[in-house]
């Protein structure tokens, strides 16, 4: 995996030793949600759904 | 259309000489929205559930899917996902893509605009040299629905995706002990030919020229692992990473 480096303030160094946090997973966690909020914000317009739905039907794969 | 034309398709042809080449045979359904789930989650179809794009007139999304993607349980991998079509628009991961036409494009142009750009993506993607990477190219699928009896152009596409296994084989070490994976979802017949069909013959658009069949092609390299059905793929994939995978109540 790529390796990044990250600085943090005393006060928090010492958290993270005080309380045995894996900072890399925290990091990645936090990241991960937070690109899976903005993912989730890419939402469709009424119309592209429209138009997706068009496509489909003429590829056959809205027939029931 | 391959073993016929490997004179004429020579990186499918290498690839058949070179690793383990088989036809899988689907026993669920041949339908891309399910196949695609079962082949990186492992799941079965009726585990997954996920059996078609739309679903009560709702355009089904990744968080529909009851399973969990094999690159999300690759957390420690640094994995680069492209295109899968379980749902439309496709599935990327760690990477963007947008797919001309939705990834459901029927216009030729667009198609090849599309696998041309999807060529590149991919490569830009390969420089990086990711530890997993996939990619779906759904753009032979789509010119089969339409011109399957065209057996020309149909055969001028299986170029198409031949050079598209030229383009991105470069990055492949065939001395290597890399694991290499290299399928469809599922093959293409004339109506009838199939063991369920799967398409309408008649759209109102149009009219269709062929249907999935339950033949797939698979060829692996450097796979320690027996795979029989679209499921086995993710759990050959899984395994190979030492992760656990989904254990069916009734495995074969």
């Given amino acids: 995996m790529p390796r990044k480096t ?4 005393e006060d928090l160094a010492d958290f993270v030793d005080e309380n045995h946090i894996n900072l890399s997973r925290f ?3 936090k990241l991960r949600e937070l690109s899976e909020s903005e993912e989730s914000e890419e939402k469709l317009s009424e119309e592209e759904a429209k138009e997706i739905a068009q496509k489909l039907e003429k590829l ?3 027939d029931r | 259309m391959i073993k016929p034309h490997r004179d004429e398709l020579p990186n499918f042809d290498r690839l058949m000489e070179e690793c383990e080449y088989q036809t899988t045979t689907v026993e669920e359904t041949p339908k891309s929205a399910p196949l695609w789930t079962s082949i990186f989650t492992g799941l079965r179809q009726d585990e997954h559930g996920h059996m078609d794009f739309v679903v009560d007139d709702e355009l089904q999304k990744r968080e529909d899917i009851d399973g969990t993607f094999v690159w999300e349980k690759l ?3 640094d994995s680069k996902v492209l295109q899968v079509p379980s749902v439309i628009p496709p ?3 760690n990477t963007e893509y947008e797919a001309e036409g939705f990834g459901v494009s029927s216009d030729l142009d667009e198609l090849e605009a599309d696998r041309k750009k999807l060529i590149e993506k991919s490569k830009e993607v390969l420089e990086d040299d990711p530890e997993f990477f996939a990619v779906v190219f759904m753009q032979l699928d789509r010119v089969s629905h339409f011109y399957w009896n065209d057996k020309e152009l149909i055969l001028e596409w299986y170029k198409k995706m031949d050079e598209v296994l030229g383009e991105l084989l470069e990055y492949y070490d ?4 890399e694991p290499l994976i290299v399928l469809s979802d599922h093959g293409f017949a004339e109506f009838g ?9 008649e759209t109102p658009h149009g009219t269709l020229e062929g249907d999935h069949h339950e033949d797939a092609v698979l060829i692996t390299k450097n796979i320690d692992f027996d795979i029989d059905q679209p499921e086995d793929v993710a759990k050959a994939i899984l395994d190979n990473y030492g992760k656990d995978y989904p254990v069916h109540e009734n495995s074969r």
Avoid: A, H, K, M
């Fill in chain 1, 27 to 29: 990091v990645q966690d």
């Fill in chain 2, 75 to 77: 957390d420690d991998v």
């Fill in chain 1, 6 to 9: 990250i600085s943090l303030p």
């Fill in chain 2, 91 to 93: 599935i990327n991961y």
């Fill in chain 2, 174 to 177: 065939f001395d290597s002990d």
């Fill in chain 1, 60 to 62: 056959g794969y809205l």
């Fill in chain 2, 193 to 201: 030919e199939g063991r369920v069909q799967t398409l309408p013959e």
